[in-house]
């Protein structure tokens, strides 16, 4: 249990500092850096800890992988619309469902303490996710259809990870977390190509031949035409690519305990105890940003730290 904890501990600073590097940065490019800072840290604990390297390990990180990578630039893109205390929890209990599902499914088996644990933690999440003020912020539609793939594609994640050889030790994380690098960084290169090309292709207003932006890309400092190197956009940069890294070091550190809390334990206790990581995620929000919490959602945190005592005594 206290590695399902602190799983969602990790994944909820780690979707937090996301959220905030994709306001900067565009998503996909923040899905990237994070991916290969994560990937760092996963060499280093990979000549540390005891591995078998098997067809299967491999092949279930690199599904898990390409799951993955959908999954976290849809959060971190719906994220960055906002608002994360409503869109982080949606994001959560589908996360959690999925898993629970395939559980059941599995013949998993509760007695009644983890079946209340499970119920009250669902229900925690939702209630965190709850804003009935009229004059909150309210979720778009595209946040919410992307925070519900994401919430899909985190919970087949776990599935797929479920599914890796107990030997195979951190070779299915460093597989998926490679297939992550893989494909974001490559389709971060095929946009800038796209974008280079285009710029090239376009006349500035002082004659053919100059390529001059005609606004500034999504997330950056600056007004439209701003120059690349310009101090506002140095200073939006660099706290975003810093805030993008250690993201990625939260992350990669979230999957080292969630695989560790799988083989150890049960798929549908672990994947719910790693969907209360909205509830750090909204703590975050309500502290660092100042998002104000309504009576419903420390309602939710209450009943999340309840959920957890059960989930323990089970």
């Not at 994070?34 to 098997?54: D, E, I, Y």
């Amino acid at each position: 249990m206290l590695l399902g904890l602190a799983a969602a501990v990790a994944y909820g600073s780690g979707d937090f500092l996301g959220g905030l590097a994709a306001r900067r940065l565009p998503p996909l490019r923040v899905t990237a850096i994070s991916a290969a800072s994560g990937l760092v840290l996963l060499l280093v604990l990979l000549a540390v800890v005891p591995g078998t390297p098997s067809g299967a390990a491999v092949g279930w990180g690199v599904a898990s992988g390409v799951a993955g990578a959908a999954a976290i630039a849809l959060l971190y893109a719906c994220l960055a619309i906002g608002p994360m205390s409503i869109l982080s929890p949606l994001t959560a209990v589908v996360s959690a469902i999925v898993p629970v599902g395939v559980g059941l499914l599995q013949g998993s088996r509760l007695g009644p303490a983890g079946w209340a644990g499970i119920s009250l933690a669902l229900v925690a999440v939702v209630l965190v996710g709850f804003v009935p003020d009229a004059s909150a912020p309210k979720p778009t539609a595209a946040g919410l259809l992307m925070a519900l793939a994401a919430g899909v594609g985190i919970g087949v994640v776990l599935v797929f990870l479920d599914q890796t050889p107990a030997d195979s030790g951190l070779v299915p994380l460093v597989a998926n977390r490679v297939t992550n690098v893989v494909l974001t960084g490559g389709a971060v290169a095929v946009l800038a190509l796209v974008a280079l090309s285009r710029r090239r292709r376009s006349p500035g207003p002082g004659g053919a031949g100059l390529a001059v932006p005609t606004a500034h890309a999504p997330g950056t400092a600056g007004p439209a035409g701003t120059p690349a190197g310009a101090p506002s956009a140095t200073r939006g940069l660099a706290p975003a690519l810093r805030l993008a890294l250690l993201c990625g070091v939260a992350d990669a550190g979230a999957n080292v305990l969630i695989l560790l809390g799988l083989r150890l334990g049960d798929l549908t206790v672990m994947s719910v105890l790693t969907a209360l990581y909205s509830a750090v995620t909204v703590v975050l929000a309500a502290v660092v940003l100042r998002e104000r919490l309504t009576r419903s959602q420390v309602v939710g945190l209450v009943l999340a730290l309840a959920a957890a005592v059960l989930l323990a005594l089970d």
